[in-house]
Each structure stands twice: as structure tokens, then as C-alpha cells.
């Protein structure tokens, strides 16, 4: 039973090459979503659709970090690079591992806030979900 919240002050991500992805404000883990597969006919029942599972997507992963300059090169450098392990940390211990690409990269300059750089990750294969007392627990 979950009697409060939990902040996501203290939550890291990091790449198994990349390292630790530094000044992150927000990321956001997709909802995992599964192909829908229409498999109706001319005969199906009272008309109505029929539809099955497909193949099951982890979609992309998407960060928001304040612009840092030492940062961008690396970024650049990983952009389009293989797919590689990453780890997001929470504050209470858990882990989301998953595997996956940098897709894109883009800059946000407002004229009066601080510069963001946004990350999107795709996301490959199964993606893990381990609480903070678990020893393995795939989603």
C-alpha cells in the first residue's frame, strides 16, 4: 500500500558507454504499448471487430537537461550510435534498465530561462523493472 509519494529528486540515468547523463530536470519512461492486430473477416460475429495482440513496444525514452557545453559533444557523438544498456536510478533504490539508441537531440533558448536540450532515446527489446529489495523483475 503506497502512503505517500516520492519525490524524483535524486533519480540518475546513465548509458553503459555513455556514462552518467549530468543536469537532467525531467524524464519521462514511455508507457509500453503492444501492436493491435485487426483480425476481423466478412464473417465476423454480430459485425463487430476482432482484434488480437501484437508485438509489445518500450517506444522511447525522453530527457530533459539543462544545456551543458562539455556535454553536447558526447551527445552528438552517441547520437544514431548501437543500442546500448541504460539505467535509470530512483530514489528509493529502484531500477529501470533497458536497452536503446539516442534518436534525436534538440535545443530549447528561451530568452529568459535557462538553455534545455531535450533527448529522446529508442527504446529496444524488453525493458526491466527492479524494486529496491528485487533481484530481477522483467516487465
Same mark, same amino acid.
Given at each position: 500500500?503506497?502512503?505517500?509519494?516520492?519525490?524524483?529528486?535524486?533519480?540518475?540515468?546513465?548509458?553503459?558507454?555513455?556514462?552518467?547523463?549530468?543536469?537532467?530536470?525531467?524524464?519521462?519512461?514511455?508507457?509500453?504499448?503492444?501492436?493491435?492486430?485487426? @483480425?476481423?473477416?466478412?464473417? #465476423?460475429?454480430?459485425?463487430?471487430?476482432?482484434?488480437?495482440?501484437?508485438?509489445? /513496444?518500450?517506444?522511447? *525514452? =525522453?530527457?530533459?537537461?539543462?544545456?551543458?557545453?562539455?556535454?553536447?559533444?558526447?551527445?552528438?557523438?552517441?547520437?544514431?550510435?548501437?543500442?546500448?544498456?541504460?539505467?535509470?536510478?530512483?530514489?528509493?533504490? @529502484?531500477?529501470?534498465?533497458? #536497452?536503446?539508441?539516442?534518436?534525436?537531440?534538440?535545443?530549447?533558448?528561451?530568452? /529568459?530561462?535557462?538553455? *534545455? =536540450?531535450?533527448?529522446?532515446?529508442?527504446?529496444?527489446?524488453?525493458?526491466?523493472?527492479?524494486?529496491?529489495?528485487?533481484?530481477?523483475?522483467?516487465?
Amino acid at each position: 500500500m503506497i502512503e505517500e509519494g516520492i519525490s524524483g529528486y535524486g533519480t540518475t540515468i546513465s548509458g553503459a558507454t555513455f556514462g552518467v547523463v549530468g543536469f537532467v530536470r525531467r524524464l519521462s519512461i514511455p508507457g509500453l504499448d503492444v501492436t493491435v492486430i485487426d @483480425a476481423s473477416h466478412m464473417a #465476423s460475429p454480430d459485425k463487430w471487430k476482432q482484434k488480437v495482440a501484437g508485438m509489445k /513496444d518500450a517506444r522511447q *525514452m =525522453q530527457l530533459e537537461v539543462i544545456y551543458e557545453e562539455s556535454q553536447m559533444g558526447d551527445l552528438l557523438d552517441a547520437l544514431g550510435d548501437d543500442n546500448e544498456d541504460w539505467t535509470v536510478t530512483f530514489p528509493d533504490g @529502484a531500477t529501470f534498465t533497458c #536497452s536503446g539508441f539516442i534518436q534525436s537531440l534538440g535545443q530549447q533558448v528561451p530568452m /529568459d530561462d535557462m538553455i *534545455m =536540450q531535450s533527448i529522446n532515446i529508442e527504446l529496444s527489446g524488453k525493458p526491466t523493472f527492479l524494486d529496491s529489495g528485487e533481484s530481477s523483475n522483467p516487465l
